[in-house]
């Protein structure tokens, strides 16, 4: 397998990090438009490795708004696999660069939906994903694998879905995704301050466009912004956190390959949060429509939403003023396959502390980042395999689980994942 990674930013950079502890990749390619940063990177997989594994890396400058660039890189260095980990508004361009060069595709992020262009809380029928899959006939034609919401959330959750359906339960109520942290960043005095944990671009996206449901009998609806609050207890010391509807992928990828009557995603982000990007949203800063600013240079045209993005720190380097822990999951509910009422929670939390320790790469960014890894060792291997456009749940979720808890002296990636049967 020959990988060309786009991006490395922060999951970029974990990526590239888990990929060096393993050994199933003969070429990761770590691209970037600023190259620089790809160049971190490998650097530290060289002091952290030595060369022998570092020589497994290479670093290239992309462009990925541009198909015909990340196709000519991705032939340059005769990549077998795009792996997409930049923001979803370069899946479009990557995912057709992939193909035009011949090689498969991962991302962690699906093409975004569209809103109404006069209610910020209608929709136009286009959902998340949906230019992907209207492209599957083309990626099956050409026999080509894009494996599409292959992070954590979507991703992890999703491959818990196909194994809760395939050995967990004979009938499912409802697929409920609940991701919740108690994580705290602070400023140099210790103070706490307002210091998104992911891309706050990405963040925005999710939160202020319509959540979407789906149901057995009415398909996918959405319902407004925050709607249905509910508190989720989480595992391991995080507890209870109020969770919200949040416009999320699982709910568009989990009822096209597993059965049930059900399906929501829920984010536990705090009011303080919730507060935040109301008022961006009044005040038209979560626009990406670019408008003209001045600046030391001239008039300059900007979109609003890039610029509170710039005014934030940068998700990948809070880790050393962030403590606390993340929790991904998925809430499944319905009956057993002993024909008992069953409900379940399956999760994997991942600490700051540790993921620090280990990796120098926050949590959030980093448990994004272990997923596609183990996916795409899955698929070196054979273990998967398919073509066209397809998502976690087209897959055995056994052999994942297994790989992700297997310990590393025997071969796995040493992440146990949990499963609380909360009605026992």
């Known amino acids: 397998m020959r990988i060309l990674l786009v991006g490395a930013g922060g999951v970029g950079d974990a990526i590239a990090k888990i990929t060096a502890r393993r050994d199933f990749a003969e070429l990761i390619v770590v691209s970037d438009y600023d190259e620089g940063r790809a160049r971190r990177t490998v650097d530290w997989i060289r002091a952290k490795h030595g060369d022998d594994v570092a020589g497994r890396f290479a670093t290239a400058q992309v462009d990925a708004s541009d198909p015909d660039v990340v196709a000519s890189v991705a032939r340059e260095h005769r990549a077998t696999h795009v792996m997409n980990a930049v923001e979803p508004k370069f899946v479009p361009s990557i995912f057709a660069g992939a193909l035009a060069a011949g090689a498969d595709y ?22 998340l994903g949906d230019d992907q899959f209207a492209q599957a006939s083309d990626w099956q034609a050409a026999g ?5 919401g292959m992070g954590v959330e979507p991703g992890l959750s999703d491959v818990f879905a196909r194994y809760a359906a395939d050995h967990l339960f004979s009938e499912i109520d409802e697929l409920g995704v609940r991701d919740g942290a108690n994580l705290v960043v602070t400023d140099e ?16 996206e999710e939160c202020l466009n319509p ?3 789906w149901e057995e009998d009415a398909g996918w609806f959405t319902t407004a912004p925050f709607s249905e609050p509910e508190v989720f207890e989480f595992p391991e010391g995080i507890g209870p956190v109020e969770c919200v509807n949040v416009e999320h992928e699982e709910v568009l990828l989990m009822p096209r390959w597993v059965d ?3 399906v929501t995603f829920k984010y536990g982000l705090g009011e303080e949060f919730i507060n935040v990007l109301r008022v961006l949203h009044l005040l038209g800063l979560d626009s990406t429509t670019p408008i003209r600013v ?6 300059a045209e900007v979109a609003p939403r890039d610029v509170v993005a710039a005014a934030l720190p940068d998700p990948a380097t809070i880790g050393p003023r962030m403590t606390g822990k993340t929790c991904a999951g998925l809430w499944v509910t319905g009956t057993g396959t002993d024909g008992t009422p069953r409900e379940v929670y ?20 980093w448990q994004t980042a272990l997923n596609p890894v183990i996916a795409l060792e899955l698929l070196a291997t054979g273990v998967w395999s398919g073509s066209g456009v397809l998502g976690p749940e087209a897959f055995d979720a056994a052999p994942f689980l297994d790989l992700m808890a297997r310990p590393e002296a025997d071969g796995g990636y040493g ?3 949990g499963l609380e049967d909360r009605l026992a």
């Open 189 to 204: 005095d210790g103070n706490e301050i307002f210091a998104p944990s992911f891309s706050i671009w990405t963040t925005i």
């Open 346 to 365: 399956l999760y994997h939390v991942s600490d700051n502390a540790w993921t620090m320790a280990e990796y120098e790469s926050q949590c959030v960014v």
């Open 260 to 262: 049930a009557k059900r």
């Open 144 to 148: 080509r694998l894009a494996l599409v």
């Open 415 to 417: 992440q146990p994942w």
């Open 294 to 299: 001045r600046s030391a240079n001239g008039p």
């Open 106 to 127: 991962v991302d962690m992020a699906m093409s975004l939906s569209e809103p109404h262009p006069t209610h910020p809380y209608e929709r136009t029928g286009i959902k």
């Open 211 to 213: 959540p979407v449901v």
